[in-house]
Nanobody
């Protein structure tokens, strides 16, 4: 059974930092690219960042480039999202995602990040 469990969300002030973690089980973690998405109230879910299976390839949404860093530790089956210089518009539920095949993908339950001004 595939499980993705996010942690590390919380309430911070503008300019502060948070690190999100996503622990994966039930998949060959080191063989899969991973992604972080977010969904703000009243908005569609959007891609935040992705990282290749080996960690060498990373992509970011323009709105977070230079402020967020995605990384992974394949020995711990965990992917991270380091968020710095947080803004109120970063407030959202953050989700971990993995696509294990063309027909099968999984989401975590999400973790709330709230940035107050």
């Amino acid at each position: 059974q595939v499980q993705l469990v996010e942690s590390g969300g919380g309430v911070v002030q503008t300019g502060e930092s948070l690190r999100l973690s996503c622990a994966a089980s039930g998949i060959a973690f080191s063989l899969n690219a991973m992604g972080w998405y977010r969904q703000a109230p009243g908005k569609q879910r959007e891609l935040v960042a992705t990282i290749s299976s080996g960690g060498g390839g990373r992509n970011y949404a323009g709105s977070v480039k230079g402020r967020f860093t995605i990384s992974r530790d394949n020995s711990k089956n965990t992917v991270y999202l380091q968020m710095s210089s947080l803004k109120p518009e970063d407030t959202a539920v953050y989700y971990c995602h993995v696509e294990v095949s063309r027909w099968s993908d999984y989401w975590g339950p999400g973790t709330q990040v709230t940035v107050s001004s």
